[in-house]
């Protein structure tokens, strides 16, 4: 009689068992969610020599670096170079057969559909920040996802074909957007060292010189780990109005700018909101990176989107601006494509 006691009880403890794990089970399957993410991601390397079939096998090298975390799988990746076409034909147009492939810096923008079981929090990476925070958040951090994401390129065989090293990572996120202002003109006045003279005698120099203009500051204001705008100003044209000669070797051009905004009305104190931003606090002392586009036609960023790691809301600073535009000019100068511009020192409005 015992006996069979013992067995009813075990029966009976071994059914509930079974329902607690069912009900698990069903849980589990509940929590299960697809997602879908945003990352930006900046190269060092030649994009010019990529294919297609190329820029493709990131997407492969991007599931490989990932892994699986914490039940959280990556299903599909798909990068969204739309620069690529026009670049090339730029190129066909302006560059000899037999010069050597150009490295610097370019972004691609990835699209990642995956499956999270019962995640911490949205997004694909963890913060590269607290101890705390890493204890609890078994995803992969920027950091190590990027020296992972090099490891695996190298095993593909990219930085023989045009992909030298990643540099960076920012998960992106869609912020709200304001009322779009279109067309907004504003004068930029940039001092230069150079030949003047050389410049202006050919059409082709200014028109690459107005493109670097435009793309110093949409390039700079691409979305980021760094900053994030949100107005999202982005720069139309840029277009060369005159210019005064300071001396033999230095002379001051004004451009017309026009540009949108994503709410940039007049204050009611009278404050206009213009095209550069401001150090928030005295703890701004910028952007300590300047890993951007430096392909010569703009990137087709998402709409109103800005890095989750940014902390820094504002626009770009002039001195940044600064920056960007005397890297993109050396860029073009080891494109061949400015002989005439030395330095770049100041901008004013």
Do not use: W
């Not at 590269?128 to 890493?134: M, N, Y």
């Not at 990027?146 to 540099?167: A, E, Q, Y």
């Not at 840029?238 to 949108?260: K, L, W």
């Not at 902390?311 to 993109?328: F, M």
């Amino acid at each position: 009689m015992c006996f069979i006691n013992q067995t009813f009880r075990l029966i009976f403890i071994a059914s509930f068992a079974f329902v607690d794990f069912t009900i698990a089970k069903t849980l589990r399957s509940l929590q299960e969610t697809q997602h879908t993410a945003r990352v930006s991601l900046n190269f060092f390397g030649a994009p010019d020599l990529l294919s297609e079939e190329d820029i493709n096998e990131l997407s492969n090298v991007f599931k490989e670096a990932y892994g699986t975390y914490e039940d959280l799988t990556i299903q599909d990746v798909h990068i969204d170079d739309s620069t690529a076409s026009r670049r090339r034909l730029l190129l066909n147009n302006e560059r000899r057969l037999d010069d050597a492939p150009l490295q610097f810096d370019f972004t691609f923008f990835f699209l990642i559909n995956f499956q999270c079981n019962g995640c911490i929090s949205g997004g694909l990476f963890g913060n590269d920040g607290s101890r705390r925070h890493l204890l609890e958040d078994k995803r992969p951090q920027r950091s190590t996802f990027t020296k992972r994401f090099n490891n695996v390129l190298r095993g593909h065989g990219l930085p023989d074909i045009g992909i030298n090293s990643l540099k960076s990572v920012s998960e992106l996120e869609t912020e709200q957007c304001a009322e779009e202002e279109l067309g907004k003109r504003e004068e930029l006045t940039i001092k230069f060292q150079g030949s003047y003279d050389a410049l202006i005698i050919d059409q082709k120099k200014i028109a690459s010189l107005e493109r670097a203009v435009k793309k110093s500051y949409n390039t700079m204001n691409a979305p980021n780990p760094s900053t994030c705008d949100l107005l999202f100003r982005k720069v139309v044209s840029a277009r060369y109005r005159s210019v005064t000669i300071i001396s033999e070797d230095t002379f001051i051009m004004i451009f017309s700018i026009q540009y949108d905004c994503q709410g940039c009305r007049t204050l009611s104190n009278g404050e206009r909101r213009g095209l550069f931003g401001r150090p928030v606090d005295e703890f701004d002392n910028g952007r300590e990176d300047l890993n951007v586009d430096l392909r010569e036609v703009d990137l087709k960023e998402p709409t109103c989107v800005c890095g989750r790691e940014a902390d820094l809301y504002r626009a770009p600073t002039e001195k940044e601006y600064i920056r960007a535009l005397r890297k993109i000019l050396d860029t073009r100068y080891d494109e061949g494509k400015n002989s005439f511009i030395t330095n770049v020192s100041t901008t004013r409005r």
